[in-house]
DNA sequence: TATATTTAAGATTAAGGAGTCTTAATTCTT
DNA sequence: AAGAATTAAGACTCCTTAATCTTAAATATA
């Protein structure tokens, strides 16, 4: 469902938002060492969520990013939004051409109800939420 | 979520079930023409299909496919699993490595609430339910 | 039996996304 | 001012999946 970059992606907001929060910058460099991934990769998500309006970047020595709002303001969904798009809540789960609300097929209400519940989940699930929770559970499985 | 392959598996199948049901023989050069799609792709899934024992093949003149299975016992998850498989039902939605239940993130309970309401629809859910309902609701829209 | 029709299977090509690299722009430090 | 560090941007390669083609196998029909 979230391709691999909407989701490294979700774990370097996590990251960031733990280790500076909206506060401290923090290189990219770093993000990729402690998650254990590609710099150039995440490099380039990293761009896109600049791009969202969802961290600040800085050039230069001493340079990096932080999170561009209070991480109770980022919900999870804007991470997708930024990476993958909504394209997910937003088509037909049989790949019909000329389906509608109007013509619904045998799984369209159901199927529109198990969206819309994602959707509200990473509507209201915000960075603080996943972080403070992590902190308390399984931080040292990831960082 | 679903791939390309699968979509059009499954609307090949209703298809199937519609213009044959599990008694009648239909050609998948008449499937693919039906749903406007290219034989060579079409005939690829249905290859798994058979293999899945989902569909009886038969070759030569007046050959073709038959669902091996009355309408009803066919779940729409059993498409599912013979084209994309059901990874996306056991994966972890951030992608971290270790996670697991005992050391559940902020979003693990929630998802995995959502993805087995998912997987609940797509089992409880029979090509004799879609057919039906579009049968009276959009069958012109496809067919 | 010969021919036409249809699926089976594998090879091939095309397209898109994942992942990498190179160069440019910016800015801190000396 | 010079050099080092860091992100920005675009080009590039690689891999997976989508899509197509070719040949083989099976079978109905004449
Ligand atoms: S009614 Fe069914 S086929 Fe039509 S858009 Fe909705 S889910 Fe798709
Ligand atoms: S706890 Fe969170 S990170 Fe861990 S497997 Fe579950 S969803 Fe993934």
Redesign the pocket.
């Known amino acids: 469902m979230l391709?691999?970059?909407c989701k490294?992606s979700i774990r370097a907001m996590i990251y960031i938002a733990h280790a500076g929060g909206d506060k401290k910058i923090?290189?990219?460099?770093e993000v990729a060492e402690k998650l254990e991934t590609?710099f150039?990769?995440l490099?380039?998500n990293?761009?896109k969520l600049?791009?969202a309006g969802l961290l600040f970047?800085?050039?230069?020595?001493?340079?990096?990013?932080k999170l561009a709002k209070s991480p109770e303001e980022i919900k999870l969904i804007d991470i997708v939004e930024a990476i993958d798009g909504l394209e997910f809540f937003e088509t037909c789960l049989l790949g019909f051409k000329e389906c509608s609300d109007e013509h619904p097929c045998a799984i369209h209400h159901k199927w529109a109800d198990k969206r819309k519940a994602i959707y509200k989940l990473f509507s209201e699930t915000s960075l603080k939420d996943v972080v403070e929770d992590m902190e308390k559970n399984c931080l040292q499985i990831i960082f």
């Open positions: 391709s691999a970059a490294e923090i290189p990219v460099k590609s150039y990769f490099a380039k990293v761009q600049v791009k970047s800085y050039k230069g020595p001493k340079g990096g990013v």
